[in-house]
């Protein structure tokens, strides 16, 4: 359909703004994709930054200029207040691009917070929520 077509268009160049800020920041996108409601990205991040500067400038950005563009993200309000990022090896980075490639599927048969909850249980870390 049209709004199928739209969409996809709109996500694509979302994708080239998105992938704009992190290469402003000094950062290397290896790979990115994501869902309605989340999206996920692996990179190497700049030595010159931190994870909490780089997220706040990616949020601050990208809010800014998808909010610019309710005609094509009609659905954005903004990001929530969270985030997570996992800190992955030479060894790991087939599986977690493969991972990544496979959002729209993965997300067929999983749920965002199951997988957030399954996720932080195999690297024994603790899943939080805000309101």
């Known amino acids: 359909s049209s ?4 969409s996809a268009y709109s996500a694509r160049i979302g994708g080239f703004f998105i992938y704009g800020i992190i290469r402003n920041q000094g950062c290397t996108l290896i790979r990115m994709n ?9 990179l190497d ?12 400038e990616m949020k601050r950005s990208s809010s800014i200029w998808l ?12 990001w ?3 985030y997570y990022a996992f800190s992955v090896g ?9 991972y990544i490639k496979n959002q729209e599927t993965h997300h067929g048969a999983v749920a965002y917070d199951e ?8 690297n024994e870390c603790d899943c939080y929520y805000y309101d």
Request: hydrophobic share 40%; no cysteine; aromatic share 8%.
């Open 115 to 122: 997988e957030m909850q399954v996720i932080t249980s195999e």
């Open 45 to 56: 991040l700049s030595t010159e930054l931190s994870l909490s500067q780089f997220m706040r």
């Open 34 to 42: 994501g869902i309605g409601n989340h999206i996920h990205m692996l």
């Open 80 to 82: 929530g207040k969270e």
């Open 90 to 98: 030479v060894a790991q980075k087939d599986a977690v691009v493969a």
């Open 67 to 78: 909010k610019s563009h309710p005609e094509s993200f009609p659905a954005f309000k903004g």
């Open 3 to 6: 709004y199928a077509r739209a």
